[in-house]
């Protein structure tokens, strides 16, 4: 009985202990929400104030935070009017637009009208950049005034505020590349080319040349040696046979003959141009024509073999 009273007693105090942190997580993000709310409103009424100044350049960034803590059209209205009254028209547009889609969705008629009425005021006024480049390479980003730029968007015209930008293009296994460039307040839309992007790869050496390789022996050199060899051997065996008188009259006068043949015939053979292996050769039986120039005497002459 008093096991059982002690383990309610701890399911209670564990139920306590959740409700309580629960209860103090909710306090913390009221609390949380209502800073937001509060800082909100501050630079609310900040951003108004330098408005009225007529310093839009420090009045906007103000609206602008104001509206990321505390989302509200009207937030988003002044926003779009700051914008418009700094020059910056393609933001000032886009703004209104946002403003008109919040508005039909809350059912706000009125401010649905009113912001839908500006944005078409200044579409007339927009400034487009219509980026182009030739072959854009595997992998390219595209960076404009740090905000991503989608490869897609090649060749489309891009509303953008008058003004400086800078434009950043990169890519794998090449040298990234930006240029800076002003937009004048002009509607028109303006063409700009990005230039190929530089690779950062080592182009492959160029090739060795080619070595000519020693020329072996051709086969009418390897002939004419055979020849002389067999040759000298005939007049050394055929003069030794004369001097020892051991071979019959004139079997010996014979074969020196044949040997001074061979050796006169495999001297001319050496004697003759080597041809370069692998050379192409003239067909076998083909006909070759030589022409002579004219003569003084008109006369010319062909002959074939």
């Not at 809350?106 to 944005?119: I, M, V």
């Not at 505020?161 to 839309?189: C, K, M, R």
């Not at 001097?243 to 019959?248: M, N, Y």
């Not at 002579?292 to 010319?300: A, D, Q, T, V």
Request: hydrophobic letters at 45%.
């Amino acid at each position: 009985m008093k096991s059982t009273v002690r383990f309610e007693a701890f399911g209670v105090a564990v139920c306590l202990t959740l409700v309580g942190l629960a209860a103090s997580e909710q306090a913390a993000a009221q609390e949380g929400g209502r800073l937001e709310r509060l800082s909100a409103e501050a630079l609310f009424n900040e951003g108004l104030r330098l408005m009225q100044a007529n310093d839009y350049v420090s009045a906007c960034p103000k609206l602008a935070a104001s509206y990321r803590l505390d989302p509200g059209i009207g937030t988003l209205l002044y926003l779009a009017d700051c914008y418009d009254s700094e020059g910056k028209t393609a933001s000032a547009w886009i703004t209104f637009r946002e403003a008109v889609f919040l508005a039909r969705k809350a059912g706000d008629t009125e401010r649905e009208q009113a912001a839908l009425e500006h944005a078409d005021a200044l579409r007339p006024k927009l400034t487009s950049l219509q980026l182009q480049m030739a072959t854009p390479p595997a992998g390219l980003t595209l960076t404009l005034d740090e905000h991503a730029v989608a490869t897609e968007l090649l060749n489309v015209p891009l509303p953008v505020d008058p003004g400086q930008h800078v434009l950043v293009a990169s890519a794998p296994n090449y040298v990234s590349w930006s240029q800076s460039f002003t937009i004048e307040p002009t509607p028109t839309v303006v063409p700009f080319t990005i230039p190929p992007l530089a690779s950062t790869q080592t182009p492959a050496p160029p090739a060795a040349p080619a070595v000519e390789q020693p020329r072996g022996a051709s086969n009418l050199d390897a002939l004419g040696w055979v020849a002389v060899g067999v040759g000298a051997t005939a007049i050394v065996g055929g003069g030794a046979a004369i001097l020892a008188g051991v071979d019959p009259w004139p079997r010996p006068i014979v074969v020196c003959g044949i040997g001074v043949l061979s050796v006169v015939g495999g001297t001319l053979l050496l004697t003759l141009p080597s041809e370069p292996q692998g050379a192409p050769r003239e067909p076998r039986g083909g006909a070759r024509k030589a022409r002579s120039e004219p003569s003084g005497w008109g006369l010319g002459w062909q002959a074939s073999f």
